[in-house]
């Protein structure tokens, strides 16, 4: 592994092929169905500015043979899934030191082994992970889908501790977890599955559960009769988007404790992955009219609502910033592209450019929650260059400058 540690100083970096989602670690049960109720909201047509130059973030960059994607970090280390390239297991769990650059194996095959589960989304707190096995046929064959939710510690020098299960279903009777960690505590959401006589699979009676570390009583925060369609958790709160079907709208719901209360009410359109929440800015983005990639929208809390970026997704609060990732293609050639905006700012700046065929596809971290000081982006370099290059890199940048 090397290190390189630079200012940017306005150099265009080439960019990464035509990923939808934001790879790695994410559970498959994403968003909900999209509803054809014509739009009830008037969203900005025309996104923010952009800056006349880069945005000037000091980062480092710590390279890795193979093939990996970050699934969560905190301001100290980064938990990485990494493809293995073979038949079973294809992941194993890693953790990465942000400071050092040093990585280490966590688990190299599933608990679940005899049942054939994979190693799939997987949280990273302060001393703990929660990850999720499950059969890796769910969309296929969702009348047999099993799935279980572990914890353990961890220790940097001892590696990880004895898993438990904090969590699991089998024969299809709920959807995969989504699911968060704030300090010591574990929040995950599941629906129940019913499929009909056409063979047609209904998400409904969503539930949200939330239990401590070490064998904490398992606590239910939220149920529903529809079907939950996002989770995230961020700064001890946990953001949810349900489907309201009688107003046509989803609603956008924030529980600390108890109930959750009505944060804010969003258009029809499906949510595409996971809202972020910080301060009373709310960032999603919606898929409209069938559109391969989604639009971000920003609500400030002067509600004043901005169109961040067409073909943009997976949003993340730091320091005094947002940060999405976006596509790009002009003349035949597609790039893909860090953007920051500052907080109240009517304006974007790149923080990362490159162009897909030749130099990778860089990531936001998939329902990363808040960090005062740190932002991770990874480039997955192996699916690129005709597969000749096993390399990640991984950018740790200082946000709060």
């Known amino acids: ?65 193979g093939s990996y994607s970050v699934a969560s970090y905190t301001d100290r280390y980064a938990l990485l899934v990494r493809n293995t390239g073979r038949t079973y297991p294809s992941t194993e769990l890693w953790l990465l030191d942000l400071l050092s650059g040093r990585s280490r194996a966590l688990r190299t095959e599933p608990v679940s082994k005899s049942l054939r589960y994979e190693m799939l989304g997987c949280r990273l707190s302060d001393g703990w992970i929660v990850w999720e096995e499950a059969s890796p046929n769910d969309l296929e064959d969702p009348q047999h889908l099993g799935w279980r939710l572990f914890e353990a510690p961890f220790d940097v020098a001892k590696g990880l501790g004895r898993p438990v299960v904090v969590d699991e279903s089998a024969a299809g009777r709920r959807s995969r977890p989504l699911f968060g960690v704030t300090g010591r505590t574990v929040v995950w959401m599941t629906n129940a599955l019913t499929v009909d006589t056409t063979g047609r699979v209904r998400q409904h009676d969503g539930l949200v559960s939330e239990s401590a570390f070490a064998g904490g009583r398992r606590t239910t925060l939220s149920t529903e009769v529809a079907a939950f369609g996002t989770l995230s958790v961020s700064e001890g709160r946990t953001v949810l988007a349900s489907w309201e079907a009688s107003a046509g709208t989803y609603r956008l719901l924030v529980a600390g404790g108890g109930h959750p209360s009505s944060l804010t009410t969003l258009g029809p359109e499906t949510i595409a992955h996971f809202p972020a929440v910080h301060d009373g800015n709310v960032a999603w983005a ?49 790039h893909a592209v860090i953007w920051t905006a500052e907080r109240g700012a009517a304006v974007k700046a790149v923080v990362v450019r490159t162009a897909v065929e030749t130099d990778g596809w860089w990531h936001t971290v998939l329902a990363q929650g808040y960090s005062q ?26 946000a709060g400058t």
């Open 1 to 65: 592994m090397t290190v390189v540690e630079v200012v940017r100083r306005g150099i265009s970096m080439a960019t990464a092929g035509l990923l939808l989602a934001a790879g790695g670690c994410g559970p498959a049960t994403r968003g909900a169905v999209s509803p054809t109720t014509a739009s009830k909201y008037a969203y900005p047509s025309v996104p923010v500015a952009v800056a006349d130059g880069p945005a000037r973030l000091h980062y480092r960059q710590f390279e890795l043979e």
């Open 373 to 398: 000081d740190t932002l991770v982006i990874y480039n997955d370099l192996s699916p690129w260059k005709d597969g000749t290059d096993r390399r990640t890199l991984i950018r740790v940048y200082d």
């Open 286 to 334: 919606v898929a409209a009219g069938g559109a391969a990639w989604p639009n971000l929208m920003l609500r400030e809390p002067s509600g004043r609502l901005r169109l961040m970026g067409v073909d943009s997704l997976n949003p993340v609060f730091s320091g005094n910033r947002l940060f999405f990732e976006s596509n790009e293609s002009s003349r035949g050639v597609h």
